[in-house]
């Protein structure tokens, strides 16, 4: 029997469900994977591997499993042997400086000689080194933000997106130290057989596709026959448009893969030049 490729993602956490939908957007069903830390794909040559997100660049760089989905700051604070090959566009984050409310920093060298309660010391001691400051770093492996209120430290360094858990311990962001998402890291040791390589590129095209098709719409709109030629130069289309009759003569439907972030700036303009009816789908996949 040929060997799968073997996937190693976190079983539980921030980044778990992003995981699973990426996989069922490539096509791939996982079954029965509830409370499982090793299930096969029913339709596609790959085993999935359920970790902590701590454990997966090691997994990874050994080989263990072929490729993971980890946060870009776990996989920096490892600093281990694996090869980042895609930025997944979730998972968004920053690690950040949390200062007390009440406090005032300006400038980063007032960290000299501060004690910093993080889960992150590898990362922030580079930052520190990078900036020739010498202050105290104590590794906690969680709550690290109740840190300073127990005068444990006086700031911390932690994983932020919002800053509510940030404000419900009365503190505030303050120097921002990397900003993070889900990436997928490839094994080094990872030595393709023919079968493996052929199921690693299929899968890494899948994943292109639907990573492309993220980024845009499909929109329709229904506009006068003599405003087709505006209408055109309007939409920053990825391919011509498609131009249908409908059964009102002096109108046709118009059709386009657009990229997402232009749909409102064009919304105004189409709606001024005659366009009316207009809808904005989701697309799976592209494969261009
Ligand atoms: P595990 O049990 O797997 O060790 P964990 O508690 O270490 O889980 P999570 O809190 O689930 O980790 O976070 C996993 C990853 O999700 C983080 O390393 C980071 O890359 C990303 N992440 C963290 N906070 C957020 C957030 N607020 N929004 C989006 N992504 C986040
Ligand atoms: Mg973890």
Known sequence: MSENLKIAIQKKGKLHDKSMALLKNCGISIENFQDRLFVNASNFNLDILFLRDDDIPEYVQDNVAHI???GENEMLEKGLDVEPIKKLGFGKCSLMLGIPEKDELTNIKELENKIIATSYPNILNNFLSDNKIAAKVI??????????SLGVADYICDLVSSGNTLKLNKLKKSFNIIDSQAVLIKSKKFDESPELKKTFEKLMMRIDSSLKAKKTKYIMMNVPKNSLEKIIE?????ESPTVLPLSHESLVAVHAVIKEDKFWEINEELKEAGASGILSISIENIIL
Not at 139 to 148: H, N, Y
Not at 234 to 238: E, F, W
């Open 68 to 70: 993971g989905i980890v």
């Open 139 to 148: 590794e906690l492996s969680g709550s690290v933000e109740i840190a300073p």
């Open 234 to 238: 309007i939409i920053p289309s990825l």
